[in-house]
């Protein structure tokens, strides 16, 4: 199953550090946070990623395309006869990696739409590219697989300035706002089938029409999760982040250096 990311906006609430660089390349521990998402998942067996970009998307092209230089030790020989290159030590994960152009102005709904041609009529994971989390992706899947709903969010308790989430006893999502109050949010830790792009094609976020008339027509469910989750939308927000790496005590790093 492949995993969508959402890579593209502009990230203006943190424009001290996204004016050289997109949101999802901001560091936590000397790393992009989008590297950190794609460990995660990657701890869970995913490796195929299809990575929505935009705004400033040369800056992770071009990181994901030095990945290799950038994660090994390297000895060069130069010659008149050409470049000779050898790897050592190398850290490089076994990913697959799609960067998609889905436009500077696209919103997340066109974004999504437009990597259709990557993900054909399977099953995907559906991210966005500026949080973290130690919610469990198999009992996500799982929750998804016995609920029959189009697309399952994952819904926690909120920490403010969030979309309100609101579902029945037998986790059917009833109403999707995206500002309000209410005692869930949408954490952004999705699944999703197919189905999902007859619904997409406008240039307008997920969260409105898509997401609302999926709710209406009772296709949407959700998986509820009590633990870690931040996302990083203000620099103070990113300090938070920084100092949970710099403590050790890590709740989404599921792997081994």
Not at 184 to 197: Q, R, T
Not at 218 to 241: A, E, I, P
Not at 242 to 251: A, D, L, R, T, Y
């Amino acid at each position: 199953m492949k995993v969508v990311i959402l890579a593209g906006g502009y990230g203006t609430r943190l424009s001290e550090e996204t004016q050289t660089m997109p949101k999802p390349m901001v560091s936590i521990g000397g790393m992009p946070i989008l590297w950190h998402i794609m460990k995660y998942y990657y701890s869970f067996g995913y490796n195929e990623f299809v990575i929505c970009l935009g705004y400033k998307g040369y800056v992770i092209k071009e990181y994901f395309y030095n990945y290799w230089l950038r994660q090994s030790d390297i000895t060069l020989k130069t010659s008149t006869s050409g470049n000779d290159i050898k790897l050592h030590n190398s850290k490089t994960e076994n990913w697959e990696i799609t960067l998609a152009d889905t436009g500077v102005d696209a919103l997340t709904g066109l974004r999504v739409k437009r990597i259709q041609q990557y993900i054909g009529d399977e099953r995907f994971m559906l991210t966005y590219g500026d949080g973290v989390s130690d919610v469990d992706l198999n009992a996500l899947l799982d929750t998804h697989n016995s609920s029959g709903k189009m697309v399952t969010i994952t819904a926690l308790q909120p920490q403010g300035k969030f979309g309100a989430v609101e579902f029945d006893e037998g986790n059917t999502v009833t109403s999707f706002n995206e500002k309000g109050k209410s005692q869930y949010i949408n954490a952004g830790f999705m699944v999703v089938e197919p189905g999902l792009f007859d619904y997409l094609g406008e240039n307008e976020p997920l969260e409105r029409r898509p997401f609302e008339t999926i709710v209406e027509n009772g296709k949407m469910g959700v998986y509820k999760h009590d633990g870690f989750w931040r996302c990083m939308d203000t620099l103070n927000d990113m300090k938070q982040l920084e100092s949970i790496w710099q403590s050790g005590n890590i709740p989404w790093k599921k792997w081994e250096d």
